[in-house]
């Protein structure tokens, strides 16, 4: 009897979740088919596996306005199927710097590369993001969690005045970028990248990639 009871309890949640997630489906126009990947696998691998969802901005309009409508959008049909991940998107620092709305996702997620700037070296790369980046996203987005979502060197290209490119060059800034992370371990820089991407429209933008240039375990994790 009481297994009897607890199937039709079961199959009476099963039906009322069906119902939420209809409803969740109807009110959110963003459960796109990359939404439904992401909900899948958090079914399958729980919520542990997952630190936060970002939202790319390569294929919207790039307006304040227009990234954080697909944030928000996001992050109701999330919430409305019971998934908790924080949501936010990745844009360039200075853009997140200038548009403090963007610091109203969960996270802040900044790209910040030191050789756009023109003014430092490789081997400051990693002051200029802790000493520069770090404290202008912590003024503009009091509170936030901070992520440093992209950092890295090209190895070749042409040099942006002060910043010069080469294998040894780019080996340089993520040595710099490794080391001066320990300073603020509250924020997690993330390499930039592993593998050079042929398809971009310049030698800079291409050549980011440390795969096959040199050895990260030795030549960089190890330096600090």
């Known amino acids: ?3 009897v009871v607890a199937s039709m309890f079961g199959a009476q949640l099963d039906a009322g979740a069906e119902l939420l997630q ?7 126009p963003c459960s796109s088919n990359n939404v439904q990947t992401f909900q899948t696998a958090f079914k399958k691998f729980g919520a542990k596996r997952y630190a936060g969802l ?4 390569n294929y919207m309009n790039h307006s304040v306005e227009n ?3 697909k944030v928000n959008d996001v992050k109701g049909y999330l919430r409305c199927v019971g998934v908790a991940t924080p949501v936010f998107t990745a844009h360039i620092w200075v853009n997140i710097r200038d548009s403090p709305a963007l610091c109203s996702a969960d996270f802040v ?3 910040a590369h030191a050789f756009f700037d023109g003014n430092v070296e490789s081997a400051q790369a990693g002051d200029f993001v802790f000493n520069t980046v770090v404290p202008s996203l912590k003024k503009a987005c009091p509170g936030k969690p901070i992520i440093i979502s992209e950092s890295g060197w ?4 042409n040099a942006n005045r002060a910043a010069k490119t080469s294998v040894n060059d780019e080996k340089a800034a993520l040595n710099s970028l490794n080391g001066v992370s320990k300073r603020d371990k509250t924020v997690m820089v993330f390499a930039f990248e592993y593998d050079d991407q042929t398809w971009k429209f310049n030698d800079n933008e291409r050549s980011f990639g440390f795969f096959g240039k040199f050895n990260l375990n030795n030549e960089v994790f190890k330096s600090c």
């Open 67 to 69: 990234i954080l409508a």
């Open 109 to 111: 997620a900044a790209n």
């Open 1 to 3: 009897m009481l297994t």
């Open 54 to 57: 970002t939202i790319g901005i």
């Open 154 to 157: 090209p190895s070749r290209g």
């Open 22 to 28: 209809a409803n969740c489906i109807r009110s959110a």
